[in-house]
Nanobody, 130 residues
Framework: QVQLVESGGGSVQAGGSLRLSCAASGYTDSSNSMAWFRQAPGKEREGVASVNSGGRNTYYADSVKGRFTISQDNAKNTVYLQMSSLEPEDTVMYYC???????????????????????WGQGTQVTVSS
């Protein structure tokens, strides 16, 4: 049974930091591609950051570049999202994703696409107050 368990969400003031964690189990993926997405009520889920190959390859959406850092611990099969300089606009539900569906040839194209991942966490809420 595949499980992605997220933790670390919460409330913080603008300019503050939070660290999200996502522990995955029950599946195998040689590339260990994982990602973080976020979704506001009534809006589409959007990709935030992706990582694979034990953290060697990372990619960020423009909206979080320079503020968020994604990392990966292969031994624990866990992905992290360190969020700094948080803004009220970052107040949304964050989701962890794993199980990249496509081969490495397509990774650069699909790494922040919701359709590219087989498995999803339950989500963790981040609230940033001004």
């Amino acid at each position: 049974q595949v499980q992605l368990v997220e933790s670390g969400g919460g409330s913080v003031q603008a300019g503050g930091s939070l660290r999200l964690s996502c522990a995955a189990s029950g599946y195998t993926d040689s590339s260990n591609s994982m990602a973080w997405f976020r979704q506001a009520p009534g809006k589409e889920r959007e990709g935030v950051a992706s990582v694979n190959s034990g953290g060697r390859n990372t990619y960020y959406a423009d909206s979080v570049k320079g503020r968020f850092t994604i990392s990966q611990d292969n031994a624990k099969n866990t992905v992290y999202l360190q969020m700094s300089s948080l803004e009220p606009e970052d107040t949304v539900m964050y989701y962890c994703a794993a199980g990249f569906r496509y081969g490495s040839t397509w990774y650069a194209i699909y790494r922040l696409k919701t359709t590219a991942y087989n498995y999803w966490g339950q989500g963790t809420q981040v609230t940033v107050s001004s």
